[in-house]
């Protein structure tokens, strides 16, 4: 779905309301998504059943920035980090305007931040998002549709 012109963008305004900010560089982008399941095993059943829950939604992937001068968009997201500051996600397929471009939105957290520095100019910051529990937000994908 994603691609090579997959583009991921946050926005400190919550709901989806707010104008999003590309990060300039990501690699590795995946979205995660899996169900809570919960085995049931009744005295006279065939067979062990699992019922399934509501899905944990996490974003992952890693920011390319220049060693020196990182930019803006690195601060805003390493103090995010740190701070534990609840921002607004939309991992899309292209340009998040553009019709038909595939886009998943999640409020979240960065739940994990590695920085990795190798000998060229280059700032290697891997990261994961994982939903909030302080937003009331869903995480949710959608087709940008035509004007």
């Known amino acids: 779905m994603l691609g090579d012109d997959a583009k991921l963008y946050y926005s400190a305004t919550l709901c989806g309301a707010g104008t999003l900010t590309e ?19 009744c005295r006279g059943d065939a067979e062990v059943s699992e019922h399934v829950g509501k899905p944990k ?3 992952s992937g890693t920011m390319l920035f220049k060693r020196g001068t990182p930019g803006a968009t690195y601060l805003t997201l390493r103090n995010a980090y ?3 500051t609840l921002l607004h996600f939309a991992l899309a397929s292209g340009t998040v305007t553009d019709t038909a471009q595939h886009v998943f939105r ?6 994990r931040w590695e920085e990795s520095r190798p000998d060229n100019d280059t700032i290697k910051a ?3 998002i994982a939903r909030s529990p302080d937003s009331s937000y869903a995480s949710n994908w959608a087709v940008v549709a035509g004007a």
Do not use: L, M, Q, Y
Request: aromatic share 6%; proline share 3%; hydrophobic share 35%.
């Open 23 to 41: 990060v300039p560089v990501v690699i590795d982008d995946t979205i995660g998504s899996e169900r809570r399941t919960a085995e049931s095993n």
């Open 106 to 111: 999640i409020e979240g957290k960065f739940k």
């Open 82 to 84: 740190a701070a534990g």
């Open 57 to 59: 939604h996490t974003i």
């Open 126 to 128: 891997s990261f994961e």
